[in-house]
């Protein structure tokens, strides 16, 4: 089968680092991840102007949510903000005509109750106006993470599937995240879609850390922690479009292509 693949690239020139590396599908901010200032797009002329581009190059668009949104929070002035950002982001998202916003799956403190943050994300799914697929990533660390372990997923997704916006949520697999996280990397692939139903974007990454480690911390294909033959099985199984969060630039970046298309 024909898979697509690509990165995480630049937000100014993003067209331009996936014609260096070859790529199918890119992904990238809307500005300054660690911001709460509204989102916007950095590439020259704007919005439409990246849409008609990427349309004309045949390059598909996903985009990255700022880090800092935790819409499970339990404190107002984290919840609320992030459920702003967050659609400020889906907005600009469907401007630049993006298949996809990957967010994180967030998490609430040590003295919390995981129900709330639950509670929270379901309110949340159920306010916004999601013109774009919003993708659920799952996370590294945190034993109160709404996305770490495939139960706290099961919980959450039993919560948000009565959602009237259910459609326009899916889902993001990181492999460096559940690695670090602890979870089993063969077989995950079919796990996740029972659980979800659905993979929408796979983050193809190692990891410089031990498993369970809990650390975020990505590395080249093969050349860090993680099961290589296990991410290569889970790419095939998952079916969906692959995009690279390694470190380095162009040429680390046709390194790790050429090391995942040699094993597909």
């Keep these: 089968?024909?898979?697509?693949?690509?990165?995480?690239?630049?937000?100014?020139?993003?067209?331009?680092?996936?014609?260096a590396i070859g790529a199918d599908i890119v992904q990238f901010f809307l500005g300054d991840p660690q911001s709460w200032k509204k989102p916007g797009t950095?590439?020259?002329?704007?919005?439409?102007?990246?849409?008609?581009?990427?349309?004309?190059?045949?390059?598909?668009?996903?985009?990255?949510?700022?880090?800092?949104?935790?819409?499970?929070?339990?404190?107002?002035r984290i919840r609320i903000p992030s459920r702003k950002i967050l659609q400020q982001t889906l907005d600009e998202a469907a401007a630049v005509g993006a298949r996809g916003v990957v967010v994180?799956?967030?998490?609430?403190?040590?003295?919390?109750d995981p129900e709330k943050?639950?509670?929270?994300?379901?309110?949340?799914?159920?306010?916004?106006?999601?013109?774009?697929?919003?993708?659920?990533?799952n996370t590294a660390g945190g034993n109160k993470a709404m996305a770490r372990y495939e139960e706290s997923i099961a919980r959450l997704w039993d919560a948000l599937s009565g959602s009237p916006n259910i459609d326009q949520v899916g889902f993001c697999l990181d492999t460096c995240h559940?690695?670090?996280?602890g979870l089993e990397l063969a077989g995950i692939a079919d796990r996740i879609k029972a659980i979800t139903g659905?993979?929408?974007?796979?983050?193809?990454?190692?990891?410089?850390?031990?498993?369970?480690?809990?650390?975020?911390?990505?590395?080249?294909?093969?050349q860090g922690f993680a099961d290589?033959?296990?991410?290569?099985?889970?790419?095939?199984?998952?079916?969906?479009?692959?995009?690279?969060?390694?470190?380095?630039?162009?040429d680390e970046r046709l390194a790790d292509l050429a090391w995942l298309r040699d094993r597909l």
């Design 42 to 76: 950095l590439y020259p002329g704007g919005a439409a102007a990246l849409k008609t581009a990427a349309e004309e190059a045949g390059v598909g668009i996903f985009i990255h949510s700022p880090y800092i949104i935790n819409v499970a929070s339990t404190n107002n």
């Design 178 to 181: 559940a690695h670090a996280a």
């Design 198 to 222: 659905r993979i929408d974007l796979i983050h193809c990454n190692d990891s410089r850390d031990a498993a369970d480690s809990g650390r975020d911390r990505h590395a080249n294909l093969g």
């Design 228 to 250: 290589g033959e296990a991410i290569v099985e889970l790419v095939k199984t998952a079916g969906a479009p692959v995009m690279l969060e390694t470190p380095g630039g162009v």
């Design 104 to 112: 994180h799956g967030g998490h609430v403190t040590a003295n919390d």
């Design 1 to 19: 089968m024909a898979y697509e693949l690509g990165a995480h690239v630049d937000s100014v020139d993003p067209l331009g680092e996936a014609a």
């Design 117 to 137: 943050g639950v509670e929270n994300w379901r309110k949340c799914i159920d306010g916004l106006k999601i013109e774009v697929p919003l993708l659920i990533e």
